[in-house]
């Protein structure tokens, strides 16, 4: 099956600043990539998704990359705010499927 | 935009009670739905497939017996931790997609407490 590794676990920035969380997947077959937003004591939140014909999608400060020659995706945040302090998850499904296989998380901190 | 609900949002009862959890698509038909555990820190673990009208899917050392599963309408799907002990004690939350290979959306999820 589909196995999705998460990078970093932890990721504290400067409110200002870039933060960058990559993911690596293992099934070539997937093909779509959704990034979801989870504030303590909620569900998780889809921020930006992106499907495999694609390379790039952006939303105002928010943007991700794929590359599938190499497997990987990476959620781009520009100009942290505090209120970006969550934890985030890459996930990856393959067509056909409503299952999507998470990242175990990134905690990130936005401080002031 | 697809809203899933989720009721109620924190539950604490005591050891031996069985506790049930809604989760309703408010503006979405959904034929199949997701449960999810979440311990702290942790990814989301899938416990079970909900299908409408028919049985639930398990997730591999779930307890069919432990967690009852109902989806008796296109808009809702229960999950019923029945006879709960503290090691159940958990953030369960639902999702639901209106179509395979398209977003997720989650409801805000239940703390269920046992004591």
């Known amino acids: 099956g589909e196995n999705v590794e998460q990078h970093p676990s932890t990721l504290s920035v400067q409110e200002g600043d870039s933060a960058v969380i990559k993911c690596t997947y293992s099934d070539s077959a997937s093909n779509y990539f959704p990034w979801y937003k989870q504030e303590l004591g909620k569900g998780p939140q889809l921020i930006i998704d992106?499907?495999?014909?694609?390379g790039e999608k952006k939303d105002q400060r928010i943007a991700v990359t794929l590359n599938k020659t190499a497997k990987h995706f990476s959620l781009h945040i520009t100009e942290t705010q505090p209120e970006d302090s969550a934890v985030y998850f890459c996930?990856?499904?393959?067509?056909?499927?409503?299952?999507?296989?998470f990242g175990r998380g990134t905690s990130l901190i936005v401080h002031p | 935009g697809a809203v899933v609900s989720q009721h109620p949002s924190w539950v604490i009862c005591k050891s031996g009670t069985s506790v049930k959890i809604e989760c309703r698509s408010l503006?979405?038909?959904?034929?199949?739905m997701f449960w999810y555990r979440q311990f702290p820190k942790q990814s989301l673990m899938l416990m079970a497939t909900?299908?409408?009208?028919?049985?639930?899917?398990?997730e591999q050392g779930v307890e069919k017996d432990k967690f009852l599963i109902n989806h008796a309408s296109l808009t809702l799907s229960t999950l019923t931790v029945t006879s709960a002990h503290p090691e159940d004690s958990s953030f369960y939350i639902c999702?639901?997609?209106?179509?395979?290979?398209?977003?997720?959306?989650f409801g805000d999820g239940t703390r269920l407490s046992i004591l």
């Open positions: 909900s299908n409408e009208g028919s049985k639930a899917t398990y």
């Open positions: 503006d979405f038909q959904a034929t199949t």
């Open positions: 999702s639901a997609g209106d179509s395979p290979n398209q977003p997720q959306h």
């Open positions: 992106i499907r495999s014909n694609v």
């Open positions: 996930a990856a499904s393959a067509g056909g499927s409503y299952i999507p296989t």
